[in-house]
């Protein structure tokens, strides 16, 4: 199912227009921009030749195909409509990506809540420091190996097509800030513990900080790789 909705928006992508939009992003971003409202647009609209399925954020996370589907999806709307916004996708499995890594217990929502999960804080500071005495965890597991083969899939499409991989841009995961993966990890009892166990709240963060590094040295070798 996904290949012929690939061939659709393939098809669709107009190089000029995409062009185009790219440059008015980019001269806004460099302080080129004299107008007095920064409106971009694509100024063509090419509407879908089939119908796109809506996949919700539960369908995705367990089936890259439905993934795909979705966040190219997006760029499908984008097209259709003529709008401004640059054609991207994602790895989209929320904010527990890093805090997974680390064997936390996540929580998904209700199908017709249709948003992203999140992870369960440990709030123990024992159950922290056995994290601690493990260091940096395997990266291909839980949904940092989502994440990883995703990006996979992401590439691999963008060299299947053209017009795809030149006009669609592979974005960065969520994966929050050190300290805010620290705070996931943690809990809310972290504002207290920063100041009765400091020392090991900075471990957790060197810790934190250095998978960090390693998962994005990992995706870029991914992602980057064109």
Known sequence: MIEKHLEDLERRIDPSAESDLYAQWSDFVEGAFDGDLFSPARGKAFAPKLDWPEVSINEALDDFDRMALQQFGMCSEAVASGSGAILCVRANYGTGILPSLFGVEM???DEQANT???????????AIKARLDRGVPELRQALGGKVLEMAECFV??????PAIGRHVHIYHPDLQGPMDVVELLWGSRLFLDIVDMPD???TLLELVTETYIRFMQA???????E
Do not use: C, E, G
């Not at 691999?156 to 097509?161: G, K, M, Q």
């Not at 995706?219 to 790789?225: F, T, V």
């Open 107 to 109: 929580f998904v929502m």
């Open 116 to 126: 992203l999960p999140t992870n369960k804080p440990l709030n123990d500071p024992d």
């Open 156 to 161: 691999d499409i963008a060299r299947r097509y």
């Open 200 to 202: 090991r709240v900075h």
């Open 219 to 225: 995706w870029q070798q991914i992602a980057d790789s």
